[in-house]
């Protein structure tokens, strides 16, 4: 069965421009999580999507948005990019919370985002 | 809000038990959540803890206490490979829902 999967696996942007990172969830998972990790930060809490839904999101810009399409896969776009947004863009899957066990996340690979 | 806290650094040796301890300040905790991540890796998921006790998997145990907000992971004899970073997490489902708040995690070096 195939992994949380992310595209691309680098980019590179200059300053002001618009980035969009894409992920496909594990198979049946309806959750989606997107996480920033900048270097020396630690993972910090982006967005959260379920059945197509913005559910909650983190501490960030309103430049950072996205969307959950229909078969549960993801996009997150980050507009007018600063140098600060260099960081690897995490994305992880979970089936929907039912209030037990079993519901943790499951990341991909990561995007590598450079703005130079 | 939330605050994890996990120390920045850890040192061991081949064969040796360490013990990385995590603390954390929620106000709608269900759950927390070890990961290991090696480096230029994804986060793999280690444990799961929302009773008190200890989780125990071969050579790494979760403990937990709620009413400590408390937690750590033990990593039994320790192998060369488990270099890597150990994120401890919390689900906050008043904070973020049903999304992971990770602490800044713990970097740990094992040499030969």
């Known amino acids: 069965e195939a992994g949380v999967t992310q595209s691309p696996t680098h980019l590179i942007k200059t300053r002001g421009q618009q980035a969009t990172l894409r992920c496909s969830p594990i198979?049946?998972?309806?959750?989606v999580y997107w996480y920033q990790q900048a270097l020396g930060l630690g993972l910090q809490f982006l967005l959260w999507?379920?059945?197509?839904?913005?559910?909650n999101r983190g501490n960030f810009p309103p430049r950072f948005s996205g969307r959950q399409f229909p078969n549960y896969s993801s996009e997150l776009n980050v507009n007018a990019l600063e140098l600060e947004d260099s960081a690897l863009y995490l994305c992880?899957?979970?089936?929907?919370?039912?209030?037990?066990?079993?519901?943790?996340?499951?990341f991909g690979q990561g995007t590598r985002l450079t703005v130079v | 809000g939330q605050n994890i806290d996990q120390p920045t650094e850890m040192t061991a040796t081949e064969g040796a038990i360490v013990q990385i301890n995590c603390t954390y300040q929620?106000?709608?905790?269900?759950?927390l959540f070890w990961y290991q991540q090696h480096a230029g890796e994804a986060p793999t998921f280690l444990s799961y803890?929302?009773?008190?006790g200890l989780e125990e998997k071969g050579r790494f145990s979760s403990f937990f206490s709620r009413s400590k907000g408390y937690s750590y992971l033990l990593l039994k004899e320790l192998q060369m490979k488990d270099s890597a970073s150990y994120l401890c997490?919390?689900?906050?489902?008043?904070?973020?829902?049903?999304?992971?708040?990770f602490g800044k995690g713990t970097t740990l070096s094992v040499s030969s």
């Open positions: 992880a899957s979970s089936l929907a919370w039912t209030g037990g066990a079993g519901t943790e996340a499951f």
């Open positions: 803890n929302v009773l008190d």
């Open positions: 198979s049946g998972h309806t959750s």
């Open positions: 929620t106000s709608g905790f269900n759950g």
């Open positions: 997490a919390v689900r906050d489902i008043s904070q973020a829902g049903t999304a992971l708040i």
């Open positions: 999507y379920d059945e197509g839904e913005e559910r």
